[in-house]
RNA sequence: GUCCCCAUCGUCUAGUGGUUAGGACACCGGCCUUUCACGCCGGCAACAGGGGUUCGAAUCCCCUUGGGGACGCCA
């Protein structure tokens, strides 16, 4: 069977998580099958669709590297269509008029409830022949009389609805604009889509789509309703946070492969393996590893699955993560060490280029802060002659460079009679403030010469503060 | 309330009648090591409960419980 998906969302807001999933699925199925893969968007409701979501919605997709076959489709452009096929039904006598006033509707379901009935219309105008002076009517869908809907779905094979439960659905509305379940199905039959791979929440929409479907002669598509995307606690997850967002991973220092292949693996398996590529998705992807149970989001997992990315990405797609990352905290990528240098000395020691930047800081600062902690650890008095030895050794290399850098430190430790070590970790919190960094003799090649020496001097007036402080009489 | 879906370690999951219930994240040890990280080795940790069916059930059926979804002139 040809394979053509889609992704249809309502333009409400940002693209969250669950909405990228159900997206990715529709992409990677239809990249697996060689198929197509096309974009709805569906703002139908103008009240809350603008043309800024739109904008963003199409964006948003784009940066995670989901193309698309053809131009997106606005549903809203597409109402004369939908119209069309509603007077198709009426004139097969699938449809009816209804003149019940919302209000009545409203008094209907009340009254319905009150006897512990479920609220849903009671067919009072499927028989009426005449208009009703002063209500435009609305045009109904003429439930079929059959026993029942069978849904078949790929995830919960045969779902059976008796037809009682089901009721009336508004097609067109009095102001003549369609509803949802009507310009989903015409929307679906005319852009081709063969397969509807959506969330859940719309399993129980399929069998009244199945029936008007149906009724119009046409061939339903499969369907696959995938498990919603819970929060870490098990909630509902909250459009309010801006964990849902999806662009607020990239903005937030993720690549967007890791996105996805985290979200891929969330009510999809292959096997034993955790890391994918890409390309290694789409040749994987299928409906047999997928899952039916909900699953929750667990930011621990997406943090390793972006640094094993991050590992073998490459120098330039790092670099430029980095520096983006660099700015956000105000500091000017250009004033440091080469990035892809960087970027090669971090890329297994962090989870984010949020991380990143954040432990680079000292390479591309002209100020460093002194961690208390470990100034006081190992900035000590004892150490300040090695320090000064060292300083001086430095000063005078001529090739600034790891190697040389290494040598250099080990000899001056041998002179001065103590371990690597022992002078390695006051030269790291000189130079970077901190007790953490990387190799020692990277960490200061991508200080630089005249921050190191700079930094190495403040270093030694802060310990000779300390010795002052501790003995007052040897200032003199 | 009615209908629908779901149920294996804390989390993501493998498992489709016979397994010491496997892997991954997290966590805890150890190794490696000039710090950190990576890597490697090891540990902790689960079939929601109750009935059936069967020689045998995490796997099949029923009930209960729990979680989620849907019941609009929203999508």
Not at 102 to 128: F, H, K, N, T, V
Request: glycine share 8%; charged share 25%; net charge negative.
């Amino acid at each position: 069977m040809y394979v053509r998906t889609r992704f249809a969302p309502s333009p409400t807001g940002v693209l969250h998580l669950g909405g990228l999933r159900t997206a990715l699925y529709n992409w990677l199925y239809a990249r697996r099958h060689g198929g197509e893969f096309l974009l709805r968007i569906e703002d139908t409701d103008r009240a809350r669709s603008s043309d800024e979501n739109v904008r963003t919605l199409i964006e948003a997709l784009r940066s995670f590297g989901l193309d698309l076959d053809g131009e997106p489709l606005l549903q809203s452009s597409r109402v004369q269509r939908h119209r069309e096929v509603a007077q198709e039904l009426l004139e097969r006598g699938a449809a009816y008029h209804c003149y019940c006033t919302p209000d009545e509707l409203a008094a209907m379901r009340d009254e319905q409830r009150a006897r512990g009935a479920d609220p849903r219309y009671d067919g009072r105008c499927r028989e009426r022949t005449a208009p009703r002076d002063g209500v435009k009517p609305v045009i109904r869908f003429r439930r079929p009389d059959t026993e029942e809907v069978v849904v078949q779905d790929w995830l919960h094979g045969e779902v059976r609805y008796r037809n009682a439960q089901l009721d009336d659905l508004v097609l067109l509305r009095a102001n003549g604009s369609p509803t949802y379940h009507l310009s989903c199905v015409t929307d679906d039959e005319d852009m081709g889509v063969r397969q509807v791979i959506r969330g859940d929440d719309h399993l129980n929409n399929t069998p009244r789509q199945l029936q008007l479907i149906q009724a119009l002669g046409w061939t339903p598509p499969e369907y696959c309703h995938l498990p919603l995307l819970l929060a870490p606690d098990g909630k509902k997850l909250s459009k309010r946070d801006e964990a849902t967002d999806a662009l607020h991973y990239l903005r937030a220092g993720y690549l967007p492969d890791a996105v996805l292949n985290y979200l891929a693996r969330l009510g999809w398996s292959h096997g034993d393996q955790e890391v994918f590529s890409v390309s290694e998705l789409i040749d994987s992807f299928g409906r047999t590893g997928l899952g039916a149970s909900a699953s929750r989001l667990d930011a621990g997992k997406l943090n390793w699955i972006n640094q094993q990315h991050m590992k073998g990405a490459d120098a330039e797609t790092l670099s430029e993560g980095l520096a983006t990352q660099l700015k956000r905290l105000g500091l000017d990528p250009g004033d440091g060490p080469p990035l892809h240098q960087a970027v090669e000395a971090w890329r297994e020691r962090a989870e984010t280029f949020a991380d990143m930047a954040q432990a680079a800081r000292w390479a591309y600062s002209g100020v460093i802060e002194l961690d208390e902690r470990a100034s006081r650890k190992f900035l000590r008095p004892v150490v300040r002659e090695a320090l000064a030895a060292v300083r001086n050794a430095l000063s005078g290399l001529e090739d600034w460079a790891p190697g040389a850098i290494h040598a250099c430190i080990a000899e001056t430790a041998e002179s001065q009679g103590i371990g690597f070590g022992k002078l390695g970790q006051p030269l790291r919190v000189a130079v970077t403030g901190g007790a953490v960094s990387p190799p020692i003799d990277t960490t200061l090649s991508l200080a630089g010469r005249a921050r190191t020496l700079d930094r190495l001097d403040k270093a030694l007036a802060y310990i000779d503060a300390r010795i002052a402080a501790a003995d007052p009489a040897a200032q003199g």
